[in-house]
Nanobody, 125 residues
Framework: QLRLVESGGGLVQPGGSLRLSCAIS???????IAWFRQALGKEHEGISC????????YKEDSAKGRFTISRDIAKNVVYLQIFDLKPEDTALYYC???????????????????WGHGTQVTVSS
């Protein structure tokens, strides 16, 4: 049974950093994995995706390195490192798995067929 379990969220002060984890189990094939977030009252927002060793950044801040996606193949975990956290980063952060192999799809929610339950990140002083 496929499962994606996010962890690592919490309350952090502005300027701090966090590393979120997405533990993947029950997957028979490798598929692109992405991180999304959803702030209260807003739509899902794609952050970054990783497929094999290839990274696709969906946000300008991801391309600048404030959000960094990586994976540990041996542990079957995908990480999202977030630096210089801001109050506007407060959101529920999800990892999601594409149904299709190959390159990362676009940053739309419906491009990903399986989702975890999310981990809350709150940035506040």
């Amino acid at each position: 049974q496929l499962r994606l379990v996010e962890s690592g969220g919490g309350l952090v002060q502005p300027g701090g950093s966090l590393r979120l984890s997405c533990a993947i189990s029950g997957a028979l094939e490798d598929r692109p994995i992405a991180w999304f977030r959803q702030a209260l009252g807003k739509e899902h927002e794609g952050i970054s995706c990783i497929s094999g060793s290839r990274v696709t950044n969906y946000k300008e801040d991801s391309a600048k390195g404030r959000f960094t996606i990586s994976r540990d193949i041996a542990k079957n975990v995908v990480y999202l490192q977030i630096f210089d956290l801001k109050p506007e980063d407060t959101a529920l952060y999800y990892c999601a798995r594409s149904a299709l192999g190959g390159r990362c799809p676009g940053p739309l929610r419906n491009e990903y067929s399986f989702w975890g339950h999310g981990t809350q990140v709150t940035v506040s002083s």
